[in-house]
Each structure stands twice: as C-alpha cells, then as structure tokens.
C-alpha cells in the first residue's frame, strides 16, 4: 500500500490505481449500507438524489481512513527525504479516488430515480392527510401511485426510527429533518426499492468486470498493484455480504452456512480436482504413497546405487580442486521472501567474487528454504550459463530482487474466485490454473525464463561437478516429512544412517522425490515449479496436490527447515566417511534473513490477564524459534561428531535493526529503501568480518 508498483515503477500511476481502488471499496461498502439500512433513514426518499446524500453523510469512516493512509503514505516517503514523490504519490492517489466517486456518480445520475420522478410539478394535496383520499396523476412521464394511508404505528417505525434530527446536503450545508408521513407509503418504498435495484446491478456489473480481467491476467498492462487487488477482494467481500444479507435478512448465516457445506461437498468428489498441480508431472496415474513403500529403501539396490553415484560425483567435485584436501563447502540458505532472495545471492556471489571465483567451486552442496533458495537456484544457473557471469552481478541482483506480488494478488481476486476452472498447458501437459501459475510466470519474466527447464536437464551438470549438488526440500503437509528434490537419486537423505543400515528401528523422515514419482515423469518437474514448491507460504500460494495415493500436499521447506541445517548435516552424516578422508574439514556457510531478534523484554512483563491465558501455548506459535534451538542442538552434535577442528560455521546473517521504524519485509515485494538496506548490509564490520575469515579458508 505504501510502494505500489505498476509495470515495474512506483509513482502516479500506481497510486491512481491503489485510489481508484479504494473509491471502489468505499462506493461498495456505501451500496451495501445503503441496501441494509437506507430503509431506517425514509426521510432520504423524499429528497432529490437520495443515495448521494446518503454518501455524503454516511463519508465519516472512509474519508477517516483514506486520510489516515495518506499521513503513512507521507510518513513513508518523509524518511528518504523525497517530498517530490510524496507529491507524486498522493495526487495521483486523490485523483484515483475522484475518478472512481466520480464514475460511479454519472451511474447512479443515469439509473437512480428519487421523488421528483413520482411526484408531477403541480401535484395535488398530499394523499396521507386523511384516510379514503385518492388522487389522479395525468403528468406525461409520470407513473401514477395508489393512494394509501400510512398507519400511525408503521410511521413510528419506519419514519425516521434513529432520530436523525440532521443531515448534509450536496453543498454539504445543514438541513433539517422534515417528516414525510404525508407522503405515499408505496412510493417511498419504490424509490428505495429501485434504488437498490441498481445498486445491485452494478456490483454484478463490477463481479463481471473483473471476471473478464482474468482473462488478461498475463497482459503487464492489467497486473494492477497488490494493494488495489486487495482492496477489490474487501469491496467484494463487502458486496457479498451485504446482497445475501438483503435478500435473506435473518436467513443469511444459515444460508452462508448451507452454501459452504455445499461448496466443500462438490469439490470433494473425485470428479473434481481444485488443488495445485506440479507443473510436469504426469496426473493420470498415481504412485503408492505408504510407510511400507518407503521403508522399503533400507538396505535396497537403490539405497546402494545411489550412494554410489553420489561418491562419483564427490570425487568429481574433488577433482576440480586446487589442493588434494579442499574444504568442504555446504551453503544453507533460509526462507524469508525476496530479501532473502536477495541476501542470499548478494553474498554468495560477492564472496564468490572476493575469493577470485573459488566459493561456487568449492561449494559442494546448497540447500535451504524459500526465498533463500530462489536466490541460490537462479545464481546457480548463472554460474552454469552465463558466459558474463561476473560481469552480471549487479543485473541478478535486480531481477531476483523484482516485484513478484502482484499478479499472485490479482490472480486471487480475479482469476482464483472466478475462473477456477480454467486450464494452461505446460510440456504438453494441462493444468489447472491459478496464482501459482502467475508467481512461476513472473518469476520467469524477472529471470529470462532460465529456470523454466526440466528437473533432468542438471543431472548431468551436476554429476560432473561443473554446479554443486542442491536440494530442494518441501514439507508434506500431511504427515510432516521433507521431499527432497534433486536430478540425482537421494534415497540415502529419507532416514538417519542408522536406520538406512538397518541398525535401528527408525521411521522415514524424508521422501526422495524422483523415486517416489518414477511412474509419473519425475524427472520432467519444471525447476521453477521445484523452487515455488519449496516457497509455498500458506494462502498466499495454494499447497501443492501430487499424483499419489492417497494424495499428499506440499507446502513451504520453512515448516520444517527454514534454514537448510538439517539437509546438510544428514547429508554430512551419510557421507563422513568419505568427507574425513578427501577433504580438510567441512565449512557450513548459513545464510540467513531474519533469524535473530531482540526480545522486548518490558512487552513481556506487560502482558495482560487474556493475553497470559495463551502464553503456555505460545510455543507452538513460534515454530522458526523452535527450530533455531533444534539445529544448534544438531549442529553440537556435528561438532562434536567430526571433531572442532574439521567443522566450522560461518554465519551471514541479514536483520534490520530494531529502531528502525520501516523494518524490512517477508514478501514477495522490496522497496528501493528495502533493497538499499539489504545491499548495505553486507557492508557492516561483523559480516566483513566473517567474510575475511571465510576467504582465508577458500585460498
């Protein structure tokens, strides 16, 4: 709301659309008052435009609110010193705001009727004065009304129940309320009636509207900014409520209630398939999914094949080393939006660039979550690729850095709630689709499409060591484990060594994805669709459905692994036997955004008594704490497992200082001041610091 962007620039016309917006959202909840309530005020009906006036004195709660975002709007640009923007901003803000009022009046100028259409110029005696009166109106134009007399106790109730002795007019000056008893019952309740026929009419007009929209979803020119997709979906929620609660009144919660049900029993069935789709894989079969089936790894010809291929490709890696014992180099990169997309791959590729291009070579294995991994993927890429890879640092940095919120957002307020039926086609392969569509669309728009190649076009990269190993990990949502993703067979990641020996009992805590899925073209998953299987934040992209049986659904790696800690020392665990012989200790680079933060120490001893009710439970609330605590205790144990002096933690971690008032955000969209904080970072003495010990080691 306060950096909306539209065709990759903030400024006027980015604001005209968020204003235009919130004219929508305004008008929609007047419509929706008006609807429900205008009734109560009858007095509205004998006036000339009843709906404007009621506009007018119902502007108390929007204009407070449009205002009050105006102050943060110039709060926000007051602190980069830019008064020029704030100008910028706000006029085409209030402009929005006009030519959005101001269409909506030339509509109801057009449709609405008031009193002066029912009463003609020279009318007779008002017909309610006395009861058994009948009058005649011959007026062309005119529609003649049945005289009825309105009894005193519905006048109390309906003339004027609240006691509004006030109210504003066009030119915002005072009037009195004047009775209107002596007017026709039956014609007071055709203006409101005809009224709310049009204002009806026009949220179905504006429903429409944006269903057409998404149909030009992947046009630039309609990918409005997220905060008016926002707004859009409050001013139809708005409009929803208020139509079934006008035309079913005390009946709407059963109704809602009824409709739900009805909604959730249709697409239950297994006639219909709402759910995510990976993009690549093949839906017309399923692979069995069961503990059994995966317990069956444990000492199989796989388990065997596998860690023999992954050796060939350690020795490989070793190969291209300088010395006979290199460092072995693991990065983990944290979840954390697009700024840590962006820490993730401005230090990586600055270390890279210190170390005269040794940190990617000696770099063994990337792992992590969300964001931090759709820095690491596209930088890993680049290094494969990019023939003028140096040279590009500053251009990755921008594009990986790009606005990628707002199609997701307007994919939900068009396209998701209107079309969810519609269909794309990918590999020759039809899926259905929604936001998550729009996400890995943009993605490739902000990186060349580089990362829209299939799982196995890096199998063979890899297997020479010419990229390092890097596994994506997703959680199932269903039964908590990891999927690991990798062009390589994984099967030793799915247990402890242990347990894959068959010394101990233990479960299956991970899932290798291509064995799982063989059947079913693991092998052709679109890479980027890997990388947002792995960023799948609740809500804001829809939970992955694969073709198993019964059905699982991946969400983001942060629910179990935020950090990437527990993919490398499995994969250290597995393979300690070999990295003690080849290589002169193991180096875990952890990049990471976020992860450590001051508690307010006086917040928590003001807690109040409804608020402490909760606090026994407010562990399970703080998951990320949880698991910074789970992988120290993990990391220990690694230390102490290959001993202090063969492993080594170098931490690069990205956290906004605690004052200051625009902390940067976990989104899907920067602000240049957020990008400028984020980049400035790396120059801090303690990341300097740790980046001089670092390369001492890489040289």
């Not at 005390?250 to 409709?259: C, D, G, I």
């Not at 020996?501 to 693991?522: C, I, S, Y």
């Not at 200790?585 to 409804?610: L, P, T, W």
Request: hydrophobic share 45%.
């Amino acid at each position: 709301f306060l950096d909306p962007e539209y065709l990759n620039s903030t400024g006027f016309w980015s604001f005209f659309l968020v204003g235009g917006a919130f004219g929508f959202f305004a008008m929609s909840w007047n419509l929706s008052t008006y609807l429900l309530l205008g009734g109560y005020f009858s007095f509205l009906a004998s006036l000339s435009r009843p709906f404007f006036k009621f506009c007018i004195n119902n502007a108390l709660l929007p204009l407070s609110v449009f205002f009050f975002y105006c102050g943060l709007v110039v709060r926000f640009y007051r602190l980069e010193t830019e008064w020029w923007y704030v100008g910028q901003s706000l006029s085409g803000l209030i402009l929005g705001l006009v030519v959005s009022l101001f269409i909506y009046a030339i509509y109801f100028n057009l449709t609405n009727r008031d009193i002066s259409y029912y009463i003609p110029k020279h009318r007779e005696r008002p017909p309610n004065m006395g009861p058994g009166q009948t009058g005649r109106r011959n007026t062309p134009g005119k529609i003649s009304q049945r005289v009825q007399p309105l009894a005193p106790r519905l006048v109390s109730h309906l003339n004027n129940p609240y006691g509004v002795e006030n109210y504003l007019n066009l030119k915002l000056q005072t009037r009195i309320v004047r009775s209107v008893a002596h007017y026709d019952t039956s014609m007071l309740q055709s203006i409101f009636r005809q009224n709310h026929t049009n204002a009806i009419l026009i949220q179905f007009i504006a429903i429409a509207s944006l269903a057409v929209l998404g149909f030009l979803i992947d046009q630039p020119l309609f990918q409005i900014p997220a905060g008016a997709s926002f707004l859009i979906m409050l001013s139809l929620l708005v409009a929803i409520i208020g139509a079934v609660s006008y035309w079913f009144s005390e009946w709407r919660l059963a109704l809602l209630v009824l409709l739900l049900g009805a909604i959730n029993l249709l697409t239950s069935g297994p006639w219909v398939k709402l759910g995510n789709q990976a993009y690549g894989l093949d839906y017309q079969t399923q692979a069995s999914y069961s503990e059994d089936r995966l317990e069956s790894l444990y000492g199989s010809k796989q388990l065997t094949d596998d860690l023999a291929n992954t050796v060939a490709i350690l020795e490989n890696w070793k190969a291209r080393q300088p010395e006979e014992k290199p460092p072995f180099v693991i990065v983990c990169a944290s979840g954390g939006g697009l700024t840590a997309a962006l820490w993730a791959t401005h230090v990586a590729q600055s270390i890279d660039q210190c170390s005269n291009r040794e940190f990617l070579r000696r770099t063994a294995l990337m792992t992590g979550a969300s964001g931090g991994m759709l820095g690491l993927g596209y930088l890993r890429e680049a290094y494969l690729n990019d023939p003028n890879f140096a040279e590009n640092a500053t251009i990755r940095l921008d594009r990986i850095s790009r606005d990628m919120l707002n199609p997701v957002a307007f994919s939900i307020v068009s396209n998701d709630l209107f079309l969810p039926l519609t269909q794309i086609e990918v590999g020759g392969k039809k899926y259905r689709r929604d936001r998550a569509y729009g996400f890995e669309r943009e993605l490739g728009l902000n990186t060349n499409f580089v990362l829209h190649k299939p799982l196995w076009s890096y199998r063979e990269a890899e297997q020479q060591a010419l990229i390092p190993l890097l596994f994506i990990t997703p959680s199932i949502v269903d039964d908590g484990r990891r999927l690991v993703i990798s062009p390589q067979g994984v099967s030793y990641m799915t247990a402890p060594p242990a347990a894959m020996r068959g010394k101990l009992p233990l479960l299956p805590d991970m899932v290798d994805f291509r064995w799982l899925l063989q059947e079913q073209d693991a092998d052709s998953l679109r890479f980027s669709t890997a990388l947002r299987m792995n960023a799948t934040y609740p809500y804001v992209l829809p939970l992955v459905r694969l073709p198993t049986s019964p059905t699982i659904r991946v969400m983001d790696a942060g629910y179990r692994d935020n950090y990437g800690i527990a993919s490398a020392v499995r994969f250290v665990s597995v393979f300690e036997g070999w990295i003690k012989a080849n290589t002169s200790g193991v180096h875990i680079v952890q990049i990471s955004a976020f992860r450590e933060s001051e508690e307010d120490k006086q917040r928590m001893d003001r807690r109040g008594v409804v608020e402490s009710l909760f606090s026994p439970v407010g562990v399970a609330g703080n998951i990320l704490g949880v698991q910074i605590l789970d992988q120290e205790g993990l990391l220990g144990q690694l230390a102490n497992q290959l001993g202090s002096d063969f492993f080594h933690l170098h931490r690069f971690n990205y956290q906004p200082h605690q004052d200051d008032p625009l902390q940067t955000s976990v989104s899907l969209h920067l602000t240049d001041q957020e990008r400028r904080q984020v980049l400035q970072a790396l120059d801090g003495k303690d990341i300097q610091r740790r980046i001089d010990q670092l390369l001492q080691v890489l040289r």
